[in-house]
């Protein structure tokens, strides 16, 4: 099946430096790659996505890259802010099964400093 | 903005109780998840549910986990016998129909406390 490696498990940065994280997969046929935010004591917040079709994906300060090939994608945040503190997971969607299902790294918990 | 809601936000229970987390997917939605997250660790599956039926499950979904539609709104999971190590926040999610792509939507979790 469908298994997703993350990191780092933790980055902590500079208010103002930008923050990378990386995810790798190994299910060539997973097709679609969310990333959420999680804050303390919430659920998972889609923040950005990207279907294997494309190789960028970018909104505002955030930014996704996908590299079907070497099957990994990374996210991207520029110019972070004390309010990007939070984990993040990045996932996988599989088709195994009648539906597929979401396969997600272990988080990163990114700290910015101000 | 439609969510995903979920009941209680917290739940303490003795070892061996049953307990059942409640979730009010979004109302159009048609595929409907439960995903656990132990304390510091991933998010995990558990279980998916489409058309009154279960569609797929994980290893962590065994004989004392259920999932049911009750009626036209909620998607409830039920844990039998709980055990220690089922402590965990348990998180719906429900997807829209006619995709097969994954954009889940999370809802804010019930925090399940097994003493």
């Known amino acids: 099946g469908e298994n997703v490696e993350q990191h780092p498990s933790t980055l902590s940065v500079q208010e103002g430096d930008s923050a990378v994280i990386k995810c790798t997969y190994s299910?060539?046929?997973?097709?679609?790659f969310p990333w959420y935010k999680q804050e303390l004591g919430k659920g998972p917040q889609l923040i950005i996505d990207?279907?294997?079709?494309?190789g960028e994906k970018k909104d505002q300060r955030i930014a996704v890259t996908l590299n079907k090939t070497a099957k990994h994608f990374s996210l991207h945040i520029t110019e972070t802010q004390p309010e990007d503190s939070a984990v993040y997971f990045c996932?996988?969607?599989?088709?195994?099964?009648?539906?597929?299902?979401?396969?997600f790294g272990k988080g990163t918990k990114l700290s910015v400093k101000p | 903005e439609p969510e995903v809601t979920q009941t209680p936000s917290h739940q303490v229970t003795q070892m061996g109780q049953e307990v059942i987390l409640r979730c009010v997917p979004i109302?159009?939605?048609?595929?409907f998840y439960w995903y656990r997250q132990i304390l510091g660790q991933k998010v995990e599956f558990l279980v998916s549910?489409?058309?009154?039926?279960?569609?797929?499950k994980s290893e962590i979904f065994d004989d004392q986990f259920s999932v049911e539609r009750p009626d036209g709104s909620n998607f409830t999971l039920k844990i039998r016998s709980t055990k220690l190590e089922d402590s965990a926040m348990y998180f719906c999610?429900?997807?829209?129909?006619?995709?097969?792509?994954?954009?889940?939507?999370f809802g804010e979790g019930s925090r399940l406390t097994v003493l």
């Open positions: 999610a429900s997807r829209p129909s006619g995709r097969n792509t994954g954009e889940l939507f």
């Open positions: 549910f489409y058309n009154n039926e279960i569609s797929e």
């Open positions: 990207i279907r294997s079709n494309v």
């Open positions: 109302s159009n939605h048609l595929y």
């Open positions: 299910d060539s046929a997973s097709n679609y």
């Open positions: 996932a996988a969607w599989t088709e195994g099964g009648s539906q597929g299902n979401l396969i």
